[in-house]
C-alpha cells in the first residue's frame, strides 16, 4: 500500500520515467528487460536445463539467460563485466530452485513502471512449479543504494509444456520510433 521503499533520488526518477509514459523503457528500445519486466512479459520464453545451467530464451528481445548449477558462489560485485540479466548461480533446495544474481547493468529498470536499479542489485528468486501448468516466482529486489529495504513481489506464471516453439523476434538496436513522437514515422 505504501508504494516500494524508494531511496529518495530513486523515488524521482521512477516518478519521472513514469511521467514519460515509458519513452525510455529497455524493452521499447529492444534493450533487454529488467528482472520483473521478463517475469512478467506475455511473450513465452523457452527454459532448457542441462546438469550444470539452466538456458532461458526470451522470445521477446531474444534475450538469453545463464543459470549456472555447477556449485559456483557468486563473484564479488564488479569482478565479472556487468551482465543485462546479471550473472546467476542456482541450487535446488527440494522443489524450488533458488537463483542469485548480481553485477547487474547500471541504471536499469526493475519494471515497467521505471523503477530504478543499480550495480549494487543482489536479486534472489525462488522458482516453484506449483502443478503441470503453473509456475510460482518469489523475487527478492536487494539494492541499497536504490531501496531502503529489500523487497518480495510473487509472479504466477502458466505454463506451456507442450513443446510450444519460440517464434524469430527482431528488434532493431537502438530503436528510436519511441522518440519520434510528433514527427512523421518512415
Not at 557468486?74 to 565479472?80: A, C, D, M
Not at 527478492?140 to 519460440?166: C, H, M, S, W
Amino acid at each position: 500500500p505504501e508504494g516500494l521503499p524508494f531511496q529518495p533520488w530513486a523515488a524521482e526518477l521512477q516518478r519521472k520515467r513514469r511521467a514519460e509514459d515509458g519513452l525510455n523503457n529497455p524493452d521499447g528500445l529492444c534493450k533487454p528487460q529488467g528482472p520483473l519486466q521478463y517475469h512478467l512479459d506475455p511473450q513465452p520464453r523457452k527454459v532448457v536445463q542441462t546438469p550444470t545451467q539452466i538456458l532461458i530464451i526470451f522470445e521477446s528481445n531474444y534475450g538469453l539467460r545463464t543459470i549456472y548449477l555447477d556449485g559456483r558462489t557468486l563473484p564479488p560485485l564488479g569482478e565479472p563485466q556487468p551482465f543485462w540479466h546479471g550473472y546467476s548461480v542456482g541450487r535446488w533446495e527440494g522443489d524450488t530452485l533458488v537463483v542469485e544474481s548480481n553485477n547487474f547493468h547500471d541504471d536499469g529498470w526493475v519494471d515497467s513502471r521505471g523503477s530504478p536499479y543499480t550495480q549494487a542489485l543482489k536479486l534472489t528468486e525462488r522458482f516453484r512449479r506449483v502443478n503441470y501448468g503453473q509456475l510460482d516466482i518469489e523475487v527478492t529486489i536487494d539494492d541499497p543504494k536504490t531501496y531502503t529495504k529489500p523487497f518480495t513481489v510473487r509472479v504466477n506464471q502458466q505454463i506451456a509444456a507442450n513443446g510450444e516453439e519460440l517464434i524469430e523476434f527482431i528488434c532493431h538496436e537502438n530503436q528510436m520510433f519511441l522518440k519520434l513522437t510528433g514527427r512523421e514515422r518512415r
